[in-house]
């Protein structure tokens, strides 16, 4: 058995996707609470380098990753159910989490300035 088989890559990518998201929809659901609590709301708008920052990141994800599972052949029966998952992910995280927006367009400032 070896580690690097099809079938082994999609479930580490498709498992470090979920955690991800797990991880995010808890600091959400958890931020909003403390928001809620303290009565202190402040709304903020994406500038547009970050946001168009946003979607060509999510773009070139989701097309990867739907690479990924198109050309493994050890998952021949769930590949529909594992694109539109990620997708779903995917959307959740770059477009309705802020918690994950804020923490990637610092990544990509960071990255930016090396």
């Known amino acids: 058995m070896n580690i690097l088989d099809d079938k082994n890559v999609v479930i580490f990518i498709e498992a470090l996707l979920c955690l991800c998201v797990l991880y995010h929809v808890m600091l ?35 097309v990867v990753l739907t690479a990924i599972i198109d050309v493994s052949s050890d998952i021949d029966g769930f590949k529909a159910i594992l694109i539109l998952l990620n997708y779903l992910f995917l959307t959740y995280l770059f477009l309705f989490s802020p918690s994950f927006r804020n923490r990637f367009i610092l990544l990509f400032g960071v990255i930016r300035q090396d």
Request: with cysteine.
């Open 28 to 62: 959400d659901v958890k931020n909003k609470l403390v928001e809620r609590d303290s009565g202190i709301i402040a709304v903020v708008t994406r500038g547009e380098k970050s946001m168009a920052n946003i979607l060509w990141s999510y773009g070139v994800l989701c």
